[in-house]
């Protein structure tokens, strides 16, 4: 059973009220699937042709929604490369500010795992 899971990093910050806490939410899950799958087919076919971001979504399609502050939200910027081990979102409706953070699924760093949920 694959275990990974898609860590999304909301953050925390009086100007994303709920609504664009919930639309951050779905557009980094299904952007963060598209970038992976398509950079990890380039880059690795794995199992029966199919990448970790496809046998993810296939076997577990499991996430983990955070809610980070300023410092986390940089700090998690430090694990890995944009566009290849995580992706930053943006939204125009709050003049294209970052509001999360999807990374590539995983089985968790010690710093996602430390990370408070979002309740």
Not at 23 to 43: M, P, Q
């Amino acid at each position: 059973m694959n275990k990974t899971k898609m860590y999304i990093l909301i953050k925390d910050d009086p100007k994303i009220d709920l609504g664009h806490v919930v639309l951050a939410a779905a557009h980094a899950s299904l952007s963060g699937y598209i970038t992976f799958v398509d950079n990890e087919f380039e880059l690795s076919p794995t199992y029966d042709g199919m990448n970790e971001t496809e046998l993810w979504a296939r076997e577990s399609f499991r996430k983990v929604i955070c809610k980070v502050t300023d410092k986390e939200f940089e700090k998690a910027k430090t694990y890995g490369e944009n566009m290849k081990d995580y992706r930053i979102m943006v939204e125009s409706g709050l003049d294209g500010m970052e509001v999360a953070i999807v990374f590539k699924p995983c089985e968790g760093t010690p710093f996602l795992k430390s990370l408070k949920l979002y309740k």
